[in-house]
């Protein structure tokens, strides 16, 4: 079948060209028919049929759950056989035990057929795994501490904050959830905190930057924060932790000093 041009005069590929395209892919591809036989398998998924001590070549034409009978009863069969049935895309992340691996799914029914797409998401689960143990023990160590701190999702969403926070806001966790740590900004400056916090989460830089936030007693005193990006494997930003230090006696020590100094040089 050769390519053809579309209204406005881009090309088309073949149905040969977009096998060998989805051929080429580092996840799994596999194409089934309503009767759940495989019509076309990539390099990908005949790998992975190895791995798991299944001749490859012989899969095209085989029903997946006669193929695969360790399939039957498990979450791919289910959310295959919904997203054919319901006519719309199904997407979910699964634990493969007899490989070892997670994998992100992603079924998509296509007229007469079913296209289940699955990446393999290993390192990245591990190192998010790395990052939750590690937070952990940042928990209970920044508890202790005299700062004020948190962490957030890569979306900026805080999610926690140590007791320190707590005590000198006066807010209470379902107050300060999420964006709530807006309510003790200074309304002056929230807009220039807000620009500069979602351009880190935008390009995923730390974020350094001084401004007052208000105590329990209804007083703003400034305040240093610096957020860092915690990456995982594929050096995406998963989390976020940030902590926010109290600079009101560094100022006021400064503010003495320029004083000082006007008073000399008026004597």
Excluded: C
Aim: net charge negative.
């Amino acid at each position: 079948m050769p390519t053809g041009r579309t209204e406005d005069g881009s090309t088309i590929p073949s149905a040969a060209q977009l096998m060998e395209m989805l051929d080429g892919l580092p996840d799994v591809v596999a194409i089934y028919d309503m009767n759940w036989r495989f019509t076309f398998l990539n390099a990908g998924g005949r790998a992975t049929l190895e791995a798991m001590g299944r001749d490859p070549e012989g899969a095209v034409g085989q029903v997946v759950w006669e193929l695969l009978p360790e399939l039957v009863g498990t979450r791919f069969e289910t959310e295959t056989k919904r997203a054919a049935l319901e006519g719309r895309i199904v997407e979910y992340e699964e634990w493969q035990a007899d490989l070892q691996m997670w994998f992100e799914n992603r079924i998509i029914p296509m007229g007469d057929r079913v296209v289940a797409i699955s990446r393999d998401i290993t390192a990245r689960k591990r190192a998010e795994q790395a990052v939750m143990e590690g937070e952990a023990q940042f928990r209970s160590t920044v508890d202790a501490i005299a700062n004020l701190a948190w962490i957030a999702n890569a979306d900026g969403w805080i999610f926690w904050y140590n007791q320190r926070w707590y005590e000198y806001t006066g807010k209470t966790p379902a107050e300060m959830d999420g964006w709530g740590w807006q309510s003790v900004h200074d309304p002056d400056m929230l807009p220039s905190v807000l620009e500069r916090w979602t351009a880190s989460i935008r390009t995923g830089e730390p974020f350094d930057m001084e401004f007052p936030l208000r105590g329990a007693d209804g007083l703003f005193r400034p305040f240093l924060t610096r957020v860092m990006p915690l990456r995982g494997a594929d050096h995406n930003v998963v989390r976020w932790v940030g902590t926010n230090t109290d600079v009101s006696e560094q100022r006021a020590a400064v503010a003495d000093r320029e004083r000082m100094l006007v008073a000399e040089r008026a004597a």
